[in-house]
């Protein structure tokens, strides 16, 4: 089965196409704000100018003829509305334009599966940190539970906000990380963990508070090592509550080089296994979109398109699991 995937949720158009053997294609467009965050119109507008170039990417890039599709997938929530909107029209004119069923799927679920096809993982305990979200997800009797979470600002967030503060433009993961390097310095700050939840506004504030004081390597190592030793202290907790052996890191901050050796170290301390997917299917990508579309298809999941509007707010453990 051919499966098209959509990616709009937020800063990423991204178009992937797989079937059960092989990704086809990987496609992507980043809006990259001159300054600030992500500003939902301009990030929309980027999507919409995009859309057409790189559906002709993905066409010469497929070794077969985009009318073979048999389902085009797509992202239905969560994310940001207006980026979301542009999603779901392409979806529905590809979907009405090749005669192939529309699958509308959940963003972070679709983290999760690209995430075990792409590595050995099977049922991990995944943690899923990005821009938008952060949280600790386990598949449990019948449903995706989300064990832990941010109670407020994503991990990717904060990271950018931090950057921000800095004057590094977004995103700011990878210069905080950059900045982090130079140094083994931490200064005390509070520690982010609330028994399975996490809460990153005040670290981020704190940090904010000590730019210019403290050098900014230090402000940058001192929110890397709080913030990730928290994510990871709570996925430990995670897997020791459902004695899990697989770990799962994936979204855009699973690239970083830090958060990877913590977790591989935890999960080397508990004799289980840590899983990390290749950086392009961690950051958000059209790909993953089109493999959960792939399984949902095959449990017979269908998506009307009358009941294809986005869900700015859907949580994965909202989803109805019919394809475990
Ligand atoms: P979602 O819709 O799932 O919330 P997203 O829109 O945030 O995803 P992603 O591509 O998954 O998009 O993640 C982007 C985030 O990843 C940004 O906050 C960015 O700063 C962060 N990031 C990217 N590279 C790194 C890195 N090396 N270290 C830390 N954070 C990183
Ligand atoms: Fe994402």
């Keep these: 089965m051919k499966v098209l995937g959509i990616e709009s949720t937020a800063h990423t158009l991204g178009i992937g196409v797989v079937d059960e053997d092989e990704i086809h294609c990987n496609v992507k467009s980043m809006f990259e704000p001159d ?44 994310g940001i509305q207006q980026c979301l909107e542009i999603g779901v029209v392409i979806a529905r004119t590809l979907a009405l334009k090749y005669s192939a069923e529309l699958i509308g799927v959940n963003h972070c679920l679709a983290h999760i599966s690209i995430g075990t096809r792409t590595t050995e993982a099977e049922n991990p305990t995944t943690l899923y940190v990005s821009g938008g979200n952060t949280q600790i997800v386990e598949f449990r ?26 004057s590094y433009p977004h995103p700011g993961g990878p210069e905080i990380e950059k900045l982090a390097e130079k140094t083994d310095e931490i200064i005390e700050t509070t520690y982010p963990i609330k028994g399975m939840d996490l809460s990153y506004s005040g670290l981020v504030t704190d940090m904010e508070r000590k730019v210019g004081d403290e050098k900014d390597e230090v402000v940058a190592n001192t929110f890397q090592e709080y913030a990730y030793s928290a994510a990871v202290e709570a996925l430990e907790r995670a897997m020791a509550q459902s004695q899990s052996s697989e770990a799962l890191l994936t979204g855009g901050v699973a690239m970083n080089t830090r958060l990877r050796e ?63």
Excluded at 54 to 75: P, R
Excluded at 141 to 166: H, M
Aim: aromatic content about 6%.
């Design 141 to 166: 009797s019948g449903r995706y539970r989300v064990i832990g979470e941010t109670l407020d600002t994503a991990l990717g967030n904060a990271l950018d906000k931090l950057a921000r503060k800095l």
């Design 262 to 324: 913590m977790v591989t170290k935890m999960c080397e301390e508990r004799g289980a296994k840590a899983y990390f997917p290749p950086p392009e299917y961690c950051m958000d990508n059209g790909t993953m979109i089109a493999h959960q579309g792939l399984i949902q298809a095959k449990a017979g999941d269908r998506t009307e398109i009358e009941d294809s509007q986005v869900d700015p707010n859907w949580r994965p453990d909202e989803v109805k699991v019919s394809w475990i």
């Design 35 to 78: 300054e600030g965050g992500i500003h939902p119109r301009e990030a929309s507008e980027h999507h919409y100018q995009k859309a057409l170039q790189i559906i002709n990417e993905v066409d010469q890039k497929t070794e077969f003829e985009l009318s073979e599709i048999d389902a085009v997938a797509f992202s239905q929530g969560p």
